[in-house]
């Protein structure tokens, strides 16, 4: 039995038997797999703690049969223990996480993908970014990751490069005035340079920008249909989000 060393963070665990718990991990090394940890809850070692949602973890995994794994051993590196104590930020965590599994899919090694969202919910935990940021951030940056990068350089419908002011969902990208259509987005001004900075900063420095509460709201919002719209999926987690926040 080959066993395999790497990190990953626990997207989320439930109980089953006496003293188990079947845990989905997205690991940096085998992408997001479902994984047993036999005897979870009765142990006095670590693996208890170290199986609860969102903590990024060091495993070590056996492998019993092909792409199915076990958790041997684990040690907790950040266990993002502000989301448990604020619950917006928990179901921000939580819609994050569905849609990176959904975007990705399971045993699909992303380590993009998963940087993403460990920044993410760093920024949200210990940054001071607000919820509303850190979606609409996040949404971007993996619809962008996964290959569906909305077009901003030039309108979608004509390819012009001058009066960018609308984006539109079906389009994939922005429009010109003369282009726009009833359902377009208007965002001339400060959510269009919020937009362009979110698509194209440095991924280290993807949340070091600062906006205004409009902006925020419309961004949010466009973002989030647009990655549904992409995905083509619908999310109870987003829907349990929006009714907190
Ligand atoms: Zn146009």
Redesign the pocket.
């Given at each position: 039995m080959e066993s395999i060393k790497t990190n990953g963070l626990i997207l989320s665990a439930r109980n089953y038997g006496e003293a188990n718990r079947m845990v989905s991990i997205f690991t940096a090394d085998l992408g997001i797999i479902s994984a047993p940890s036999f005897g979870a809850r009765g142990r006095k070692k670590s693996l208890g703690s170290s199986t609860r949602e969102f903590s990024w973890c060091e495993l070590i995994l056996s492998e019993s049969t092909k792409d199915r794994f076990r958790i041997e051993d684990s040690l907790v590196r950040e266990g993002f223990f502000p989301l448990s104590e604020d619950i917006v930020k928990l179901a921000a965590a939580v819609y994050f996480s569905d849609l990176a599994q959904n975007a990705i899919g399971v045993n699909n090694p992303d380590k993009e993908v998963l940087s993403l969202l460990l920044n993410t919910l760093y920024a949200m935990c210990y940054n001071g970014v607000s919820c509303e940021t850190a979606k609409m951030v996040y949404e971007l940056r993996l619809a962008s990751l996964v290959g569906y990068r909305p077009a901003t350089d030039a309108?979608a419908?004509?390819g012009?490069l001058e009066n960018l002011e609308y984006f539109d969902i079906d389009c994939q990208g922005v429009?010109?005035a003369?282009?726009r259509r009833p359902a377009s987005f208007k965002i001339a001004g400060a959510p269009m340079e919020a937009l362009n900075y979110i698509l194209s900063a440095d991924s280290k420095k993807i949340f070091s920008f600062c906006t205004d509460k409009k902006t925020t709201s419309i961004l949010s919002d466009l973002s989030e249909k647009y990655i549904c719209r992409q995905l083509e999926h619908s999310f109870r987690s987003l829907d349990y989000y929006n009714k907190l926040r």
């Open positions: 309108c419908v004509c012009s429009l010109c003369n282009c």
